[in-house]
């Protein structure tokens, strides 16, 4: 029998509201002893999954709290067993009080990620749907919350489950075929199991398309700030942080290392990296300042180069331009404020802003660019690498097993390669598994989640 856990779920304390949870076998025990009603029966003789208001009571049996508390009878609960919550005033030592008194009464605290890990041992959630619940958890935008929601109500592992349907579909016909030959069974045929197993690889092929922008969805999308010393690529950091985030002078060159920001515009997250200004390097640490910058800039999806739009250009301009070419860019002719002088900039870039980082004039035109990079696509996208490598190797069998078959090997032989594609399929799914890969995946979320 498993223990009763306990811990709170809530957000940082002190708050208006903490949420104290208890699950497992002895979860409504618990809560008859901690929490008494202020009309009816004790918790556990329901009515479940309602809201009741009473009194927290400490060892002496006093208030320790008046709150609400309510009772979920598996396996119609988040974890698929008994549990409780009770939502009480989010005071450190209202919570504490209550944690300690639901130890004392048998249970123990939970480990980080336990409920949500009970939910998916008792069949509530796939191992897909378990990292949807932290995506959700660590959202930094609406779409990326939007998408983990869509993940969460399976709209990754479906897709999985029927594409791992159709393998197995082929792989068990034909076993059919050859342990009852005297049934009346349809013919199995190389020729239909080579196209569906192609179908499928591309269907695969299809999902993991979606990786990168899925990724860009939680973590940001990778933007470099490019410029010359002095240019105001600091200030543009600062102006679209909203706060000072990098350190701005008068004096050349004080940015030396790459300084990274997550700056949210509209519903796009970027990760905004300030970089050293490019010049003719005076000592080794601007010259490593200036090979970060670089780097940084070849492993961004976006550039923004910035340029001293008051006068013209010149040649630590052109090495901008120089490190820019062939990439994805914009250019921003900043300190208007000084007045606008002649940038004759070349072709390659998307867009050419006129603004000054330092009034603020002209930066809202920018933002409203920058909102625009990751637009809803109405796709449920992958957002785990683990997926995604997983999808890559059953699209792989899948492929092998249907070149074998046009190469003419038997049904038995090609068709190891599509037993494997399933099995690949069943580990995204976390039907089949590696403990350590199980317990990576918790290891991200909360004590209490």
Not at 402 to 410: D, K
Not at 425 to 434: A, N, T
Request: hydrophobic content about 40%.
């Amino acid at each position: 029998m498993q223990q009763t856990i306990a811990a709170h779920s809530g957000g940082a304390l002190p708050a208006a509201i903490g949420i104290c949870r208890v699950s497992g076998p002895q979860a409504f025990a618990v809560a008859d002893q901690l929490f008494r009603p202020k009309k009816g029966g004790p918790l556990s003789a329901g009515p479940f999954s309602t809201m009741r208001y009473g009194d927290v009571l400490d060892t002496d049996g006093r208030a320790l709290d008046i709150c609400l508390a309510c009772c979920y009878k598996g396996p119609a609960s988040y974890t698929g067993e008994d549990l409780v919550e009770i939502f009480c005033h989010g005071s450190q030592a209202i919570v504490a009080g209550i944690l300690d008194r639901a130890c004392q009464l048998g249970a123990r605290p939970a480990q980080a990620g336990e409920f949500t890990r009970r939910a998916f041992l008792a069949g509530k959630l796939d191992l897909t749907e378990v990292e949807a619940v932290g995506d959700l958890i660590h959202a930094q935008s609406a779409a990326a919350a939007k998408n983990a929601a869509a993940q969460l109500q399976g709209g990754i592992a479906r897709p999985i489950r029927q594409l791992r349907d159709r393998m197995m579909e082929q792989i068990t016909h034909f076993y059919a075929v050859c342990d009852y030959p005297d049934e009346d069974l349809d013919p199995f045929t190389t020729q239909q199991a080579c196209q569906v197993l192609e179908e499928c690889a591309q269907a695969m092929d299809k999902l993991c398309a979606g990786f990168e922008r899925g990724r860009v969805l939680n973590e940001g999308l990778p933007v470099t700030i490019l410029g010359k010393p002095n240019a105001g690529k600091s200030s543009l950091l600062n102006a679209l942080a909203g706060y000072d985030r990098a350190i701005v002078t008068s004096e050349a060159g004080t940015t030396r290392d790459v300084v990274t920001e997550v700056v949210r515009c509209g519903d796009t997250v970027l990760r905004l990296s300030d970089t050293a200004g490019l010049r003719q390097a005076e000592n080794v640490a601007e010259r490593i300042g200036i090979d970060k910058a670089q780097q940084s800039a070849q492993q961004s999806q976006l550039v923004i180069c910035v340029f001293d739009g008051s006068r013209p250009l010149d040649q630590e301009d052109r090495q901008v331009l120089e490190a820019s070419e062939g990439l994805r860019r914009i250019a921003v002719c900043n300190k208007r404020d000084l007045g606008t002088g002649p940038m004759d900039l070349g072709p390659g870039f998307e867009q050419v802003f006129s603004l000054s980082a330092k009034t603020g004039e002209g930066v809202e035109e920018l933002c409203r660019w920058l909102a625009g990079l990751t637009g809803d696509t109405g796709d449920v996208l992958i957002t785990s690498a683990r997926q995604a490598s997983l999808l890559r190797q059953a699209a792989q069998s899948c492929r092998l097993a249907a070149e074998s078959a046009r190469q003419g090997f038997t049904a038995d032989a090609f068709l190891a390669d599509a037993e494997q594609g399933a099995h690949l399929l069943d580990e995204v799914l976390g039907e089949s598994v590696s403990e350590d890969i199980v317990h990576g995946i918790f290891a991200r979320f909360c004590v209490g989640k």
